[in-house]
């Protein structure tokens, strides 16, 4: 495995295989089993004979294949629930799905939440098991504002903000919580007397699940003083709506928790350490690889992040040479959208490394990078795929990478030269991956 030809069709193996590997709904089925009327969620172990209503909330980029699991499971002993998606993949579970909007909030992200509490309030009794099944993308498909004069486009509004500003996703979070009525733990207390557990895929590090669709099932351990920080750093008041500004979450003098109802268990089924340990393993395995994992490569600005993984291959490159090297990643970058362009932070992440690899005449190595949900910023794509060569064969055909990145237009550059990843929503969403091979 020497050729680039050889590199981008193992990078490319690699990526889609573990997607295959990761699959949402085989995951939940691997975590929750029913024995007669016992009941394994997690770890936690229920009599459902002593359960007369159960309930299955599922919100999220995976909500469908993990309800869809549940159902499977449980069939006609679920009572009632509710699915929120921003797209259904696979067959249509039985329980109603709402499509929510993604990056955004859309008018079902709103009705999603108001009906998901009043079955909350409906249902809620001793006698209740509330089975939340709670996955990445949730925070902007599942929303209920803090204060009635907060409308669906000033919503929209906060989120395009948030996305736009350069803050990472426990910043982001940590904002939408304090401006909602349902993250941070609100949605559970709507039921404090049920018994609940909640069963999560992380789209965030593992050691905080509170921010995965920003905390609707876990309390928030947030401060006020943590909400006016970030919204100080970024400016926040200045970007957001008026009504927004006015909200109780800017007068308050100190965050109020929820009341009750939190879950009597949670449960992290899987995460994006995951999907790099299932990359490594199919890298090592199906093409001889020495991989190396850069857990320390997860977050950054994008330029920053790229340099260092660009200059870590090559380093492994020297160090193994004449064998096949992997380096594998997670997280995602920081990515400012400067343009009025197509793309996201995995396309523009490769659109760097093929000028940097152009201009250092990077030989033998390719640089992938995409979202495990299919979806990449504000675009068809998933990410994409760049060698050396990448940028001479844009000049070819006469695309300037140059004016592609200033104007954020990372897919369009790609999708010209067949480069770019599409593969539609996955149904799953555990950050990214990134995946650089040498020869």
């Not at 016992?38 to 007369?52: F, H, M, P, Q, Y």
């Not at 329980?95 to 955004?104: E, I, K, Q, S, T």
């Not at 920003?214 to 928030?220: A, E, F, H, K, V």
């Given at each position: 495995?020497?050729?680039?030809?050889?590199?981008?069709?193992?990078?490319?193996?690699?990526?889609?295989?573990?997607?295959?590997?990761?699959?949402?709904?085989?995951?939940?089925?691997?975590?929750?089993?029913?024995?007669?009327?016992?009941?394994?969620?997690?770890?936690?172990?229920?009599?459902?004979?002593?359960?007369?209503?159960?309930?299955?909330?599922?919100?999220?980029?995976?909500?469908?294949?993990?309800?869809?699991?549940?159902?499977?499971?449980?069939?006609?002993?679920?009572?009632?629930?509710?699915?929120?998606?921003?797209?259904?993949?696979?067959?249509?579970?039985?329980?109603?799905?709402?499509?929510?909007?993604?990056?955004?909030?859309?008018?079902?992200?709103?009705?999603?939440?108001?009906?998901?509490?009043?079955?909350?309030?409906?249902?809620d009794s001793e006698q209740t098991l509330v089975l939340f099944l709670i996955s990445g993308?949730?925070?902007?498909?599942?929303?209920?504002?803090?204060?009635?004069?907060?409308?669906?486009?000033?919503?929209?509004?906060?989120?395009?903000?948030?996305?736009?500003?350069?803050?990472?996703?426990?910043?982001?979070?940590?904002?939408?919580?304090?401006?909602?009525?349902?993250?941070?733990?609100?949605?559970?207390?709507?039921?404090?007397?049920?018994?609940?557990?909640?069963?999560?895929?992380?789209?965030?590090?593992?050691?905080?699940?509170?921010?995965?669709?920003?905390?609707?099932?876990?309390?928030?351990?947030?401060?006020?003083?943590?909400?006016?920080?970030?919204?100080?750093?970024?400016?926040?008041?200045?970007?957001?709506?008026?009504?927004?500004?006015?909200?109780?979450?800017?007068?308050?003098?100190?965050?109020?928790?929820?009341?009750?109802?939190?879950?009597?268990?949670?449960?992290?089924?899987?995460?994006?350490?995951?999907?790099?340990?299932?990359?490594?393993?199919?890298?090592?395995?199906?093409?001889?690889?020495?991989?190396?994992?850069?857990?320390?490569?997860?977050e950054g600005h994008v330029e920053a992040m790229m340099l260092a993984h660009i200059e870590r291959i090559?380093?492994?490159?020297?160090?193994?040479?004449?064998?096949?090297?992997?380096?594998?990643?997670?997280?995602?970058?920081?990515?400012?959208?400067?343009?009025?362009?197509?793309?996201?932070?995995?396309?523009?992440?490769?659109?760097?490394?093929?000028?940097?690899?152009?201009?250092?005449?990077?030989?033998?190595?390719?640089?992938?990078?995409?979202?495990?949900?299919?979806?990449?910023?504000?675009?068809?794509?998933?990410?994409?795929?760049?060698?050396?060569?990448?940028?001479?064969?844009?000049?070819?055909?006469?695309?300037?990478?140059?004016?592609?990145?200033?104007?954020?237009?990372?897919?369009?550059?790609?999708?010209?030269?067949?480069?770019?990843?599409?593969?539609?929503?996955?149904?799953?969403?555990?950050?990214?991956?990134?995946?650089?091979?040498?020869?």
């Open positions: 495995m020497t050729s680039t030809t050889k590199l981008r069709e193992a990078a490319l193996t690699i990526f889609h295989r573990t997607l295959a590997a990761i699959d949402a709904e085989t995951v939940v089925t691997s975590h929750l089993q029913l024995d007669d009327n016992r009941l394994v969620a997690g770890n936690e172990t229920i009599d459902l004979g002593k359960i007369s209503k159960l309930l299955v909330i599922a919100i999220g980029k995976a909500s469908v294949p993990m309800a869809r699991a549940a159902e499977r499971i449980l069939g006609d002993r679920i009572t009632d629930g509710l699915i929120v998606s921003n797209a259904v993949i696979g067959s249509l579970p039985q329980l109603p799905v709402l499509l929510g909007g993604h990056p955004l909030p859309n008018a079902a992200s709103l009705e999603a939440a108001a009906r998901a509490l009043s079955l909350l309030k409906q249902h993308g949730g925070s902007a498909m599942f929303e209920q504002p803090i204060d009635p004069g907060i409308t669906l486009d000033d919503l929209q509004a906060v989120n395009k903000t948030l996305v736009n500003c350069g803050a990472v996703i426990n910043e982001m979070n940590i904002v939408r919580r304090h401006l909602s009525a349902v993250k941070g733990g609100k949605l559970a207390a709507a039921a404090p007397r049920s018994r609940q557990v909640s069963l999560y895929i992380s789209d965030v590090n593992s050691d905080d699940l509170t921010t995965v669709a920003s905390g609707p099932t876990l309390p928030d351990a947030s401060t006020i003083e943590d909400f006016r920080r970030i919204v100080e750093r970024y400016d926040l008041m200045n970007q957001f709506p008026a009504s927004v500004v006015r909200s109780t979450a800017f007068r308050r003098q100190q965050a109020i928790p929820p009341e009750g109802g939190t879950p009597n268990r949670h449960f992290l089924l899987m995460d994006n350490r995951h999907a790099m340990m299932e990359a490594q393993c199919i890298a090592e395995q199906e093409f001889g690889c020495i991989v190396e994992l850069a857990d320390d490569l997860v090559v380093l492994l490159q020297a160090k193994h040479r004449g064998k096949p090297v992997a380096l594998i990643s997670g997280g995602e970058a920081i990515c400012p959208v400067r343009g009025n362009g197509q793309g996201g932070r995995n396309q523009e992440f490769i659109l760097r490394a093929a000028i940097q690899m152009h201009q250092f005449q990077t030989e033998n190595v390719v640089a992938l990078s995409a979202g495990t949900d299919g979806i990449d910023g504000h675009s068809p794509a998933a990410g994409a795929i760049a060698d050396a060569e990448t940028i001479a064969r844009a000049a070819a055909k006469g695309i300037s990478a140059e004016a592609h990145l200033i104007n954020s237009d990372s897919f369009n550059f790609f999708r010209e030269l067949g480069d770019a990843i599409i593969t539609g929503p996955t149904g799953n969403n555990v950050r990214d991956l990134r995946i650089l091979l040498a020869g």
